[in-house]
């Protein structure tokens, strides 16, 4: 299938490519699967949030030291994500928990991840598929750990597209993962088009080569253009030809 996704979209999806850069007008954060045995405890752990009472989003549940109300528009809007997310890829909804870890501040969120995962880049958010392991009382499973800030919108809305595609695929390939999550980051109004990736592409700093993209296998391996041409094929397959989103939608079936 993988073949087939290359081949077929490179020839056919490829020619319509030129056509959503000189018209395309409508329709980050780091994932990574980790098992690695946390670092060992030699000073006090720094705390998760998690003072104020846990409170269930959907299949989220977000852990807080300041309260979010209930009935705040984020709440409503990542539950409409959810469900546009299975919806537009066709995907059988998955129940699996994902942890939601809202520090009240960059600092207190940066100083936890620096404690417990600091093989990782500096970023404003992560999504961590964490193996369950005996013995270790950190955090396990579907993970977001991010921060209150002017971007915690778009950071949330694509660290859970990870969460949400992982929940129900078993595996994703890396360009696939982030080009999604680059898509439905942006707030439903903007129907997946980011004008600054596209203007990188208009200008020839990218230069889409599918089958090239397609053999990374590290997040370290994605950098700005490989995020905005993975963002690009996304919106190509979902937004242009019907046979582009087909091959799309029965690729993610076999995945």
Known sequence: MTD???????RVVYSAFCLFLLTSVGCESFSKNTS???????????????KAPAQRVSQFVFYTDTPIKENAP???ELTDLREQIFRDLRLPPSNS???VYLFDDQAKYERWM???????????????????????GWPTGLLVFTFRGENVRQDLRHELTHALLHSTLKEVPIWLDEGLAEYYELPPEKAGLNAEHLRAIRKGTVRPDLQTLEKLDQVQQMGRPQYQES???????????????QVLLAYLQEL
């Open 4 to 10: 087939r996704l290359s081949t077929f979209a490179a």
């Open 97 to 99: 928990v994902v942890q």
């Open 36 to 50: 690695e045995t946390p670092p060992a405890i030699s000073v006090e752990a720094p705390p998760l949030p998690g």
């Open 114 to 136: 620096r404690y417990r995962y600091p093989e990782l880049p500096r970023r404003r958010a992560f999504f961590i598929e964490q193996p369950p392991k005996p013995g270790v």
């Open 74 to 76: 984020l709440f409503q």
């Open 231 to 245: 963002w690009a094929w996304v919106h190509l397959m979902l937004c242009s030809q019907p046979q582009a989103k």
